[in-house]
């Protein structure tokens, strides 16, 4: 016969699982650190963009990222950078290549910059929209801009 210490473990470890379809809390998962996710074109395998994040949770089918960093590349073989876009935090919804965070962006090309708060990020449309507190800085001549 099975030491009655041993029979509680072995009961606990085979019935924790149906425990939680039951309705108990699962511990959340640990966070990854440093993460980068390379996203390549379809048909050739250029890189299209990287995300980098300090710290990144799961958020159902999507992912929280702190420290957001996306570089947009040419997707070609010349894998040109396009632009930069910089968060303090963000999810990105992982089917759609798309990104969204409440809080600060910075959204950085060779001719202009765009800060503000409220924001998101579409890759297929290479779209950014911003909500509030938008200020623009262009790095290049505006003649008759105005005309």
Sequence with gaps: MMNPRRLRLLRALLLAPCSLLLGGEAAAPAP???WVL???TDKE???SMTLRGSEVRPRGKNIEVSDLSITVFSGDAAAR???IL???SAVFFTKENRAAGEK???FIRDDFEVTGV???YDHAQRKVSLQSN???TFRMPLNDILK
Excluded: C, E, H, K
Aim: charged share 15%; no cysteine.
């Design 134 to 136: 938008v200020r623009v």
């Design 38 to 40: 390379p996203i390549f």
């Design 32 to 34: 990854a650190q440093n």
């Design 81 to 83: 950078v396009d632009s």
């Design 118 to 120: 409220g924001w998101t």
């Design 104 to 106: 600060a962006v910075r």
């Design 45 to 47: 395998g250029f890189r």
């Design 86 to 88: 910089l968060s303090p």
